[in-house]
C-alpha cells in the first residue's frame, strides 16, 4: 500500500519497532526471551597487585633509609660491637626462629585442641580451658618468662615455651567460636547425606570456620614476633638482644636498628598472614 493511500484510508504507518518488541493490535509488548543474557561478571581477584606490593614496597624503603642512616652516623667501639661482625644477622635470624618455632607449637595446640572442645564429649571443659588460656595471656609477659627461667632454667626452650603460653589463647578462642557458629542445620544435612564425623568435621564444620582461624593464627603470629624480643630475658636471642642492649650502654643507633627490625618483622609477618587469609578462605566466606 502506497503512503498516499494510507494517509487517504487514515491509516498511519507502523513505526519501526526494537529487535524483541512485537505489535498486537496497536499494543507494543517486549519478547524478554530475544534478550542477549548479560555476560557474567568477573570474579575479583582475591590479592590485587596493591596488597603484594604497597607494603613490601615500603618495608624496602624503610630499611634502605635505616641503612643509610647508620652507615654515615659516627659510632663508637660500644656501638660498632653490636652492630658489625655478622651480629644483627644473627639476631635477626634468631628473632625468626624463635616466632616459627613457637607459632608451629601455637597451632599444634590450640586449633586441635579448639576442635576437641567442640565435640559433645568435652564441649562442658571449654570454659575451664579458655580460663586457663586467659591467665596465660593476663599475665604479664616478663613476669610469666622470669617464673619459666626459674624452673626450667636459661635457654631458647624456656623463651619458645613463655612465647606459646602467651599466644595460645586467640587461636583456641576463634577456632571454638567459629566452629560454634556453624547452623546445626547444615551439619545435620551432611550427616543425613550419609557423611561420617569426620568428614562433616573436614568437608563442612573447618572450611566454614576457617576465616574465624586464620584471625586468630594471624593475631597470635603478630603477638609472637612482640613476644620474642622478651627472650633476652630468658637467654633466648632475637632482637630483643639489640633493644637491651642499646638501653643499657645508651647507644641510640644500636636501639633503633633493634627497634626497625622489629617493626619490619611485625608487619611482614602480619602482611604474609594476610596473603595466606585471602587464599585460604572459601570464595563463598568472603565479605563483599
Known amino acids: 500500500m502506497s503512503p498516499s493511500h494510507q494517509a487517504r484510508s487514515g491509516k498511519e504507518p507502523s513505526p519501526t519497532r526494537p529487535p524483541g518488541e512485537h505489535d498486537v493490535k496497536g499494543h507494543a509488548f517486549h519478547d524478554e526471551e530475544s534478550d542477549p543474557s548479560p555476560a557474567p561478571a568477573a570474579p575479583a581477584r582475591r590479592i590485587t597487585w596493591r596488597k603484594l606490593v604497597v607494603l613490601p614496597v615500603v618495608l624496602v624503603v624503610v630499611l634502605a633509609l635505616t641503612y643509610v642512616w647508620i652507615t654515615n652516623v659516627h659510632l663508637d667501639s660500644i656501638a660498632k660491637n653490636s652492630l658489625t661482625g655478622g651480629n644483627v644477622q644473627l639476631r635477626w635470624w634468631q628473632h625468626v626462629r624463635l616466632t616459627a618455632i613457637s607459632t608451629f607449637w601455637v597451632l599444634i595446640i590450640a586449633i586441635p585442641l579448639g576442635i576437641a572442645l567442640t565435640r559433645r564429649r568435652l564441649r562442658r571443659a571449654a570454659p575451664a580451658f579458655t580460663a586457663l588460656a586467659n591467665i596465660g595471656q593476663a599475665t604479664p609477659a616478663i613476669g610469666l618468662l622470669a617464673l619459666l627461667v626459674i624452673w626450667l632454667g636459661i635457654g631458647p626452650r624456656t623463651a619458645i615455651i613463655g612465647i606459646v603460653i602467651y599466644a595460645v589463647l586467640p587461636v583456641l578462642s576463634n577456632t571454638v567460636a567459629g566452629l560454634r557458629a ?51 630475658f630468658g637467654g633466648g636471642g632475637g632482637l630483643g638482644d639489640l633493644i637491651t642492649s642499646g638501653i643499657q650502654t645508651q647507644r641510640m643507633p644500636v636501639l633503633i636498628i633493634g627497634s626497625v627490625l622489629t617493626v619490619v618483622l611485625a608487619l611482614l609477618v602480619d602482611w604474609l598472614a594476610s596473603l595466606a587469609e585471602l587464599a585460604l578462605t572459601p570464595r563463598g566466606l568472603e565479605e563483599r
Open 182 to 232: 556453624i547452623d546445626p542445620n547444615m551439619i545435620e544435612a551432611a550427616r543425613g547425606m550419609g557423611m561420617s564425623g569426620r568428614g562433616v568435621l573436614l568437608r563442612v564444620e573447618l572450611p566454614l570456620a576457617i576465616p574465624l582461624i586464620l584471625a586468630g593464627v594471624r593475631t597470635a603470629l603478630v603477638l609472637n614476633v612482640g613476644t620474642a624480643t622478651l627472650a633476652t
